[in-house]
């Protein structure tokens, strides 16, 4: 196992320069591009490289068996695989992959059973979960060798990289970027902004709105920001009270804390962060929700009591209504505030900031600036 990882880098460095697949037949091949291809579920990529190291590790271990849970001989741990060996690979070579272990996802969470075709794995797209599962079974059945599969999956992977890159490389050149005549004002940034929250899977958009605002003035009001967790990351794992969490310059104490809704805030929603701040014995001057959707009045008036009752501020704010009082008040530092939160949107992991995504914000900002 001490040698496994300089092979597998190995494996991924033929498979960079390889302009051929490693695979003969082209079924297999269009299975293995409809694994890394789709967009929004990349689990079963992390999956199947997983067993793969696995079995190239050790041949007696049956592929189909990635959970010491399941009865037999042959079995092994695919998440210990997944965060050894997998986990190192996707971050050195920059794989458009899942930052976090599949085996952690609601379909291959805690199984028992052997992983066949026929196995129902629970999810949004089961075609493709059954793909990912008749590719196992190919190794199984030594149709295809597993460091076959581990190459050809690397292989696509690099090249989805690779166009990926060169998209944003050429959407960027298209852009006018800081030639004092091109500055975009206010009201047009926050257009841009509104522009690409309507966009499908923007539910991250407001945690780097919020971030890039503290990253542009962070130094002038003397505040900033902690690291920024992962999008799905929830705050019992991390032990963080919000989204963001802001500190002052000096010190670590956290001051304020953001909190990002998709929907209505609701009087739960309130009692809930009050709880948490209570419990965690930190004490913060604000609470702020940040919302896409309408306020409640009687919400909003319930937030403000809780002033009196504990001392500590909580309030609910529009996020685009935020964004617009804050590029109005630092109009000076609008655009470093846009160049900012460009830099945020696109160095964020695809698993919370798809390509799509990324893609579409250059093109908008490039719309608006052409406009």
């Known amino acids: 196992m001490n040698d496994l990882i300089k092979i597998l880098f190995t494996f991924v460095s033929e498979a960079e320069k390889s302009k051929k697949p490693f695979i003969d037949d082209n ?6 591009k409809t694994v890394c291809g789709n967009i929004r579920i990349k ?6 490289l997983s067993c793969c190291a696995a079995k190239i590790d050790n041949s007696n271990y049956d592929i189909r068996k990635p959970y010491t849970e399941i009865s037999g001989k042959g079995t092994f ?24 272990t599949a085996f952690l996802t609601p379909a291959f969470r805690n199984r028992n059973t052997i992983m066949t075709p026929e196995t129902v794995l629970l999810g949004r797209n089961p075609d493709l979960y059954r793909t990912a599962l008749k590719l196992l079974d190919l190794v199984s059945k030594e149709t295809i060798t597993p460091e076959q599969l581990f190459k050809e999956i690397i292989r696509q992977l690099v090249i989805i990289r690779n166009q990926s890159s060169d998209r944003i490389e050429q959407l960027l050149k298209g852009l006018k970027g800081n030639d004092k005549e091109s500055y975009l004002s206010s009201e047009q940034i926050v257009t841009l902004l509104t522009q690409h929250l309507a966009s499908k899977n923007s ?20 505040e900033r920001i902690k690291s920024l967790h992962t999008h799905n990351a929830a705050d019992k794992q991390t032990g963080a009270l919000g989204d963001i969490e802001v500190v002052l310059s000096n010190e670590e104490n956290v001051v304020t804390c953001y909190e990002m809704k998709e929907k209505r805030v ?3 929603d309130v009692d ?11 004490k913060i001057d604000n609470y702020i929700f ?3 959707e309408r306020i409640e009045n009687d919400v909003e008036d319930y937030a403000k009591s809780i002033y009196d009752i504990s001392g500590i501020e909580i309030a609910i704010l529009d996020c685009l209504g935020f964004i617009k009082h804050f590029l ?10 846009l160049e900012t939160y460009q830099r945020l949107v696109l160095s964020e992991p695809n698993s919370s900031v798809n390509q799509p995504l990324k893609e579409a914000f250059l093109a908008l900002r490039q719309a608006i600036e052409t406009d």
């Open 272 to 282: 809930i962060a009050l709880n948490k701040i209570v419990s965690s014995n930190i």
């Open 27 to 32: 079924e297999i091949i269009e299975d293995v």
């Open 203 to 222: 539910s991250r958009l407001p945690v780097l709105i919020v971030a890039a605002a503290y990253l542009t003035v962070g130094e002038k009001i003397g």
């Open 328 to 337: 109005h008040f630092f109009h000076r530092k609008r655009t470093v505030f």
């Open 266 to 268: 609701t009087q739960s």
């Open 290 to 292: 940040i919302t896409t």
């Open 77 to 100: 741990s695919g998440r210990s695989y997944d965060e050894k060996f997998i986990q190192k690979i996707i971050g050195y070579f920059d794989l458009p992959c899942n930052s976090t």
């Open 43 to 48: 689990a079963p990529i992390r999956f199947l």
